[in-house]
């Protein structure tokens, strides 16, 4: 009978380790989702995109380490058009309802100059939606 409940209590562990790791990944993938969001806003010059994916608090810090709130930041970008991309994916943590990411993105110019810098990011699920409330670039290693 030992046996049994050890053997059922390892599958209800093992079940819930399942479940944990599907929701990460969901989660992950959500957050993913949000920041493609906000690099295509901003290949679109779309203001109102972009500020549907900021948190209202948010901050914004330049590689050169200039820091603009959300809405200096909307305020400022239309004059500084560019392309924006992720590659590869960036990775991200998910902590309940707070999620860090990282990694490379690339930022072109209207006149096609291409750059390659590394952010960070917070992301916060507000009502169900994720939002950045944190966005710090850096130069890149390789640039």
């Known amino acids: 009978m030992r046996a049994i ?14 479940v944990a790791v599907y929701a990460q990944s969901a989660d992950e993938a959500a957050v993913i989702k949000a920041d493609e969001a906000r690099c295509q806003a901003i290949s679109d010059n779309d203001m109102t995109a972009l500020g549907a994916l ?3 608090d948010n901050i914004h810090i330049h590689t050169g380490g200039r820091i603009e709130n959300k809405k200096e930041y909307l305020t400022a970008l239309p004059g500084r058009p560019r392309k924006s991309w992720r590659d590869p994916a960036p990775q991200v943590q998910v902590y ?26 917070v992301w916060v699920r507000q009502n ?11 130069p890149h290693p390789e640039s």
């Open 54 to 56: 900021l948190t209202d």
């Open 96 to 121: 309940g309802d707070v999620a860090l990411m990282y990694g490379p993105q690339f930022n072109q110019s209207e006149g096609g100059e291409a750059s390659k810098i590394m952010v960070s990011q």
């Open 5 to 18: 409940m050890l053997g059922f209590c390892g599958a209800v562990i093992a079940a819930l380790s399942v």
């Open 128 to 138: 169900g939606v994720w939002k950045e409330a944190l966005f710090h670039a850096g």
